[in-house]
């Protein structure tokens, strides 16, 4: 719906009626009988983080430019290669915190 609908809309609303509904303490009621709000767990991010880079690094462990990588990065050569693979490796774990992070949302 446009604006200008909505305006006359909510105006033919308020002036049908003279204010709020009384009713007999049902609201407070119906608040009081709800569960309390969950705790954020903080802890999440950091555990998503650190399982998304040990998930990634396991599942490219056996591949070929996992080794050309580690052997430079053990090396101490800065290769493309070593670049490449530290940078798919962080994309990786901040995608799986990123996802830890709505699911955690989506829970509480």
Known sequence: ????????????????FDGPVPDAGFSERVMQALPARRNHRRWLLPAGIVAGTFACWIALTPTPLMRVASHDWANGKLSATTVVMLAAVAGMSLLAAWWAMVEADDAG
Not at 5 to 14: K, Q, T
Request: glycine share 0%; charged share 20%.
């Open 1 to 16: 719906m446009n604006n200008h609908s909505n305006e006359s809309i909510e105006a033919l609303l308020r002036a049908s």
